[in-house]
């Protein structure tokens, strides 16, 4: 089992920054991706932002040069989500996550207990 404990939410001016923290604990061997996802009310939930295999990173369009993913060098254990120039829009809870390899082909997905993050306008 891997637990996930976010941290860094809260409220914030457009315009402003933020930055969420992930750290990683338990069985933590063969994690090949982490990121976030985020839910705004109403919405389903998206992909933020994630670091693949190591070093490759993906983000939603939306949030392209604004926000950055970046993880511990020295605990490869915690990941960082650094949010720039926050708008109404980025207003949601978001979730850290960590998909780990159990088996060939086979993948488990584990889930943060969330943060809310509030952009007022």
């Known amino acids: 089992q891997v637990q996930l404990v976010e941290s860094g939410g809260g409220l914030v001016q457009a315009g402003g920054s933020l930055r969420l923290s992930c750290t990683a604990s338990?069985?933590?061997?063969?994690?090949?991706?982490m990121g976030w996802y985020r839910q705004a009310l109403g919405n389903q939930r998206e992909l933020v932002a994630a670091?693949?295999?190591?070093?490759?990173?993906?983000f939603a369009d939306s949030v392209k040069g604004r926000f950055t993913i970046s993880r511990d060098g020295a605990k490869n254990t915690v990941y960082y989500l650094q949010m720039n120039n926050l708008k109404a829009e980025d207003t949601a809870v978001y979730y850290c996550?960590?998909?780990?390899?159990?088996?060939?082909?086979?993948?488990?997905?584990?889930w943060g207990q969330g943060t809310q993050v509030t952009v007022s306008s």
């Open positions: 996550f960590a998909d780990q390899t159990i088996a060939l082909g086979s993948q488990r997905r584990y």
């Open positions: 338990g069985s933590i061997f063969s994690i090949n991706a």
């Open positions: 670091i693949i295999s190591g070093d490759r990173t993906s």
